[in-house]
């Protein structure tokens, strides 16, 4: 596992690097650690991760207790299908709280050459980025929360028109997320790809690790990552109240 990988999942689970790195499962009372990944950020519950075969969780004291005693010896593979998910979703009722999001995420750790014949490739930071404030265009590539951020912004332009936009935002100072708009009727001709792999690369220049998540059920999605040269990294969920 690549090591800045696995130094954010041991501050976001709160556990250590070796931990994250063993064979068993790991279940820990979670307490927010400088440097953890932040998106949308509210009291956590629980959130549990899938890598490498086995379970990270990490949440409020009882919730954990109840979930190492079902999954201390459980297979972190299968821990998202769909029936585990209902079970433990029934569970959380108990405490006042439900599943809310369950993803994949890929990361990537080496850089690509990108062919953008054909396109004027315009790239945005920092404050440029703001004119694109309440363009709903673009609500997959930035998020204009205070936190996290929202950093670059690389566009495909065609005849003076956008014809996608990747975002990236630092969801922490290791790792920083990426997310990506493809016009309308521009779809298939391989934009999204194009610009989540320039992305890439900027962030890797940047000393950051990009990671990329998207819907289970999001196939297109998944596409664009594994042909902008991203791999399956883990899956995680986290409960809501």
Not at 40 to 46: N, Q, V
Not at 54 to 78: D, H, M, P, T
Not at 119 to 140: A, H, N, P, S, T
Request: proline share 2%.
């Amino acid at each position: 596992m690549n090591p800045i990988f696995v130094k954010q999942l041991a501050i976001d689970f709160c556990c250590s690097e070796e931990m994250v790195l063993s064979g068993e499962n790991i279940f820990t009372e979670y307490q927010p650690r400088e440097g953890r990944r932040i998106f949308r950020e509210s009291e956590c519950f629980l959130k549990v991760a899938s890598v490498n075969g086995k379970i990270l969780a990490s949440g409020k004291a009882e919730i954990i207790r109840c979930v190492r005693q079902q999954y201390q010896n459980g297979s972190g593979a299968w821990f998202m299908d769909f029936d585990n998910l209902r079970r433990l979703d029934e569970k959380m009722k108990e405490f006042g709280c439900h599943i809310g999001q369950a993803h994949p995420f890929y990361i990537a750790t080496e850089k690509t050459v990108v062919d953008t014949k054909g396109y004027e490739i315009k790239k945005y930071v920092g404050d440029e980025l703001l004119q694109f404030r309440g363009d709903d265009r673009f609500d997959e590539a930035f998020l204009f929360d205070k936190l996290p951020k929202d950093e670059i912004g690389i566009a495909a332009i065609k005849d003076g028109e956008i014809l996608g936009m990747a975002g990236a935002s630092s969801d922490s100072d290791l790792m920083w997320q990426i997310g990506i708009n493809v016009m309308r009727g521009a779809e298939g001709a391989g934009i999204g790809s194009m610009l989540v792999a320039l992305l890439k690369n900027e962030i890797l220049d940047l000393g950051r690790i990009p990671f990329y998540g998207t819907a289970m059920s999001h196939i297109a999605s998944q596409r664009v990552a594994l042909h902008a040269g991203f791999y399956p990294a883990w899956a995680e969920l986290y409960c809501e109240k």
